[in-house]
């Protein structure tokens, strides 16, 4: 297996673009957990926890604003691109989402002569998991729904940008991410976490907000420093160069066995499933959120910040099967897998440590 080697003092240099996002976030603390990368994080935010990490205000929307910062992508190697903008239609996040990598690509190509790779971080959604049944377990090499998808787009702008040069690119396509990130879009570990604390505050059973079938349909999670794991091992093996990989935890769950766990661990009773419009019926909690903040003196977040409801009303009410084939990772050579019951609960504890929600 042909491997990307340092030699001396060379060390690689990694731009995470997306870099407060639930996986953009791991990835920058995988990456400086192995000591062996200078990192540099691009997002809208600064970062609310500390980290060597080099981390740029930057608008990637805005192509002058990036290439105000050609100086600070000299000597790049790798670029881990994990930034979202998402919109009502899926037209507008073509040209959005497209406009997002090709500015930050374009920028390093100018400012580095060592770019290696490029790591897209695309999702189940190229699959057509976000409009309904679809074949599965999905693969790789599957064929495309019917356009708009801006991942084909950026993928397809990637085959072409970096035929004849000196750097590739590989796609991941993980699906439900889960770790910690806040004014996140998609993590549902968030969503659970809030809403337990919600129900516990209420004396509320803890009941599945979504319906019976997605209660029972088979479902699967990513969890966020696995996927953080796999972006580098994609960026450092040859093999990967214009390939396409499935990364989950490896297993398949459904919510009916996952549920009564969670509400063990929240020592809450679990009740039936009940169908909630989770958007609609969390617009008026912010009060008793902050609330739950200053009496038990939590991490300053607000409600909006800490869940993200319309991903969560969405992702709890999938009736159908939504499984991804891992085989190829394996066979290309990434073996790691996560049991997700674990992984719920250990993020659970983790968010209780860091006093994003209460104790028990």
């Known amino acids: 297996m042909a491997q990307n080697q340092q030699s001396g003092s060379t060390r690689n240099k990694a731009v995470v673009a997306g870099a407060l996002g639930v996986s953009g976030r791991a990835i920058v603390n995988h990456l400086v957990g192995l000591g062996a990368w200078d990192v540099v994080g691009l997002s809208r935010r600064r970062p609310d926890f500390p980290t060597p990490a080099r981390f740029l205000a930057v608008d990637l929307l805005d192509r002058a604003d990036v290439e105000r910062h050609l100086d600070e992508f000299r000597g790049t190697t790798h670029v881990f691109f994990t930034a979202l903008q998402m919109r009502p239609s899926p037209f507008e996040e073509v040209e959005l989402n497209l406009a997002l990598l090709r500015h930050i690509v374009e920028a390093v190509e100018r400012s580095s002569d060592r770019l290696r790779k490029v790591v897209l971080m695309e999702g189940a959604k190229y699959y057509g998991a976000h409009l309904g049944p679809y074949k599965t ?10 356009p708009p998808n801006f991942y084909y787009d950026q993928e397809d702008y990637l085959r072409a940008r970096s035929a004849g040069k000196g750097w590739s690119w590989t796609a991941l396509r993980p699906s ?25 505050e209420l004396g509320l059973p803890f009941r599945y ?14 969890d966020s420093q696995l996927l953080a794991k796999a972006s580098v091992w994609a960026a450092e093996n040859d093999r990967c160069d214009g390939e396409a990989f499935n990364i989950t935890n490896g297993d398949f769950q459904r919510w009916e066995s996952l549920w009564p766990r969670l509400a063990e661990f929240f020592g809450l009773e679990c009740g039936t499933p009940l169908r909630l ?3 609609q019926f969390m617009s008026d909690k912010e ?4 609330s739950i903040v200053a009496k038990h003196n939590l991490l300053d977040y607000s409600l909006g910040q800490a869940a993200a409801w319309p991903f969560a009303e969405a992702v709890f009410n999938i009736e159908y099967d939504v499984m991804s084939a891992t085989t190829k990772a394996r066979q290309f050579g990434f073996h790691e897998v996560v049991d997700t019951e674990a992984m719920l609960l250990r993020l659970m504890r983790d968010f209780q440590e860091m006093r994003f929600i209460p104790r028990g």
């Open 176 to 200: 439900c991410i889960c770790g910690f990130a806040v004014g996140n879009p998609m993590n549902m570990a968030t969503v659970i976490a809030v809403y337990a604390t919600l129900c516990r």
């Open 137 to 146: 377990p999905a693969r790789e090499n599957d064929p495309r729904h019917l």
């Open 287 to 290: 009060p008793l959120w902050r």
């Open 209 to 222: 907000p979504g319906t019976a079938g997605a209660y029972r349909a088979i479902m699967e999670m990513t």
């Open 277 to 279: 419009p989770l958007t």
